[in-house]
């Protein structure tokens, strides 16, 4: 079926603006009454306070649960278990990425309806049904899908624009890769994470989103420096989450995700934020695609202006060893996007473009 059919999946209401989430309690009362706020430690004791007002306001049952350390299966299972007599309807997911996977994971084991509160633009997991499970010392353990996207996304820009400002610059990494891998994935004839083709609209989404941050990355980062949300700061937070999040799943991810499977296997690079991993990787996957000196010149010139890794140094790997490299490149053939390009890869291929890589961002 999904070899011929065309599908997209989206969330089904999308709120942003300053202080959105002063409504968040508004938007769950359409979909539940007991409310379940889920994030790690820190995150639950910022904003669930916050939250728990507006929920209340509405007249709504509200509790909470948090985790520490790595999401994992264990800690899943944990918050889960521990709502099982209360039967929450409705989960709030908030955090920067691991919150919000790990609401996702907790709605999904209760079947209850879901809102996710990103608290940073560090990526686009707000929007999608996808989540991470890692093991205790961050290895990736594998992708999980909830039945369906998100009942409801609030972005609220003016906790964004209080986050840390290297999550920003992590968000507008993972936004540009987009539109890189769906021309691989839809080249190949590779599926989406629907399970199908994709459609116009996502393509065109994932296109958007790259125009979108390019234009506005710059003067987005210096808005969040101010702490001051404005037009383009805005313009840069929808691209980063809304944007890029129905891009990644209507098109399909390649070579750039795929190498977040090696990357993280690595204790160097293993801590480093996930869009300036797939940041780094699409370099490597422009490597592969033989693309010409000038335009990767401009991925450099972009890069630097905006503070994304040009190199595996400054991911952490400062002197890199043939076996990391190997490494690296073994366990991003194990990625099912991986077959989501113009040609099949191999081991050298990979390890080849890697110092490829390293030699050409020095020389340029």
Not at 27 to 56: C, K, W, Y
Not at 72 to 83: F, K, L
Not at 116 to 125: H, K, R, V
Not at 203 to 226: H, M, P
């Amino acid at each position: 079926m999904g070899d011929t059919l065309r599908i997209l999946g989206t969330p089904a209401l999308y709120v942003q603006g300053p202080d959105a989430s002063l409504r968040i309690g508004d938007v769950a009362a359409g979909l539940g009454r007991n409310v379940l706020f889920v994030s790690d430690a820190a995150i639950e004791r910022l904003f669930a306070p916050r939250v728990r007002q507006s929920v209340e306001a509405s007249g709504l049952a509200f509790s909470s649960v948090s985790f520490t350390g790595e999401l994992t299966p264990a800690s899943v299972e944990r918050m889960a278990s521990a709502q099982q007599a209360w039967q929450p309807e409705v989960v709030i997911a908030a955090g920067g990425g691991k919150g919000v996977d790990a609401g996702k994971a907790v709605a999904c084991a209760l079947g209850s309806r879901l809102i996710t509160l990103p608290t940073a633009p560090s990526n686009d997991g707000p929007t999608s049904r996808v989540f991470l499970l890692y093991d205790e010392h961050h290895r990736l353990l594998g992708v999980e899908k909830l039945p369906r996207n998100p009942d409801a996304v609030v972005v609220d820009t003016a906790i964004l624009a209080a986050a840390p400002v290297d999550l920003l610059v992590s968000g507008i990494g993972d936004a540009i890769v987009k539109r890189y891998e769906a021309a691989q994935c839809i080249g190949a004839g590779g599926l989406n994470l629907f399970g199908g083709q994709a459609t116009l609209l996502a393509a065109k989404l994932a296109e958007t989103c790259d125009e979108t941050v390019r234009r506005n990355a710059v003067a987005g980062l210096a808005a969040a420096r101010a702490r001051r949300p404005d037009a383009a700061f805005e313009a840069l937070v929808e691209a980063c989450i809304l944007l890029a999040g129905i891009g990644f799943e209507g098109t399909g991810l390649s070579v750039a995700h795929s190498m977040t499977r090696g990357l993280t296997a690595v204790p160097q690079t293993a801590g480093a934020l996930h869009g300036r991993q797939v940041a780094y990787a699409l370099l490597v996957q422009f490597v592969l695609e033989k693309r010409s000196d000038a335009f990767m010149a401009e991925q450099f010139d972009f890069y630097r202006a905006v503070g994304l890794p040009t190199g595996l140094p400054e991911l952490g790997l400062v002197a890199p060893s043939a076996r990391q490299l190997s490494t690296i490149a073994e366990l991003t053939l194990t990625a099912p996007h991986i077959r989501n390009f113009e040609r099949r890869l191999s081991e050298g291929d990979l390890v080849e473009a890697m110092v490829h890589l390293e030699r050409l961002c020095v020389a340029v």
